[in-house]
């Protein structure tokens, strides 16, 4: 499975972005994908994760509040809707994921393929 993400960019706090992580070598409705976030000397954080083919989605700590999950199985993709962005939302995105449509959670390590990031700046 290869994973690339794309959409990062500066924002201003109060603006939205739309994070995009094409898959490819594998259908996501055979998958679990989940998006991630860091920051330099953090621990890597789960955002949210999605399943579609059998109609899971999770969120980690009330990012549903500002944070929403989607996939498009036209174009074999996931995607992060981020709104009222703030600057502690400033990190390196990446999307991951699991060898099967069963794994549920966002707990790192559950997941095997990663891509390679793109990064949301947030300004004051």
């Known amino acids: 499975v290869q994973l690339v993400e794309s959409g990062g960019a500066l924002v201003q706090a109060g603006g939205s972005l739309m994070l995009s992580c094409l898959v490819s070598?594998?259908?996501?409705?055979?998958?679990?994908a989940g998006w991630f976030r860091q920051v330099p000397g953090r621990e890597r954080e789960g955002l949210a994760a999605?399943?579609?083919?059998?109609?899971?989605?999770y969120y980690e700590n009330l990012m549903e509040d500002r944070f929403t999950i989607s996939a498009d199985k036209i174009t074999n993709a996931i995607y992060l809707q981020m709104d009222s962005l703030k600057p502690e939302d400033s990190a390196d995105y990446r999307c991951?994921?699991?060898?099967?449509?069963?794994?549920?959670?966002?707990?790192?390590?559950?997941?095997?393929?990663w891509g390679r990031g793109t990064q949301v700046i947030v300004s004051p």
């Open positions: 991951a994921a699991g060898r099967t449509r069963t794994l549920r959670g966002v707990r790192p390590d559950q997941y095997d393929y």
């Open positions: 070598r594998e259908n996501i409705d055979e998958i679990t």
């Open positions: 999605i399943a579609p083919g059998v109609g899971y989605d």
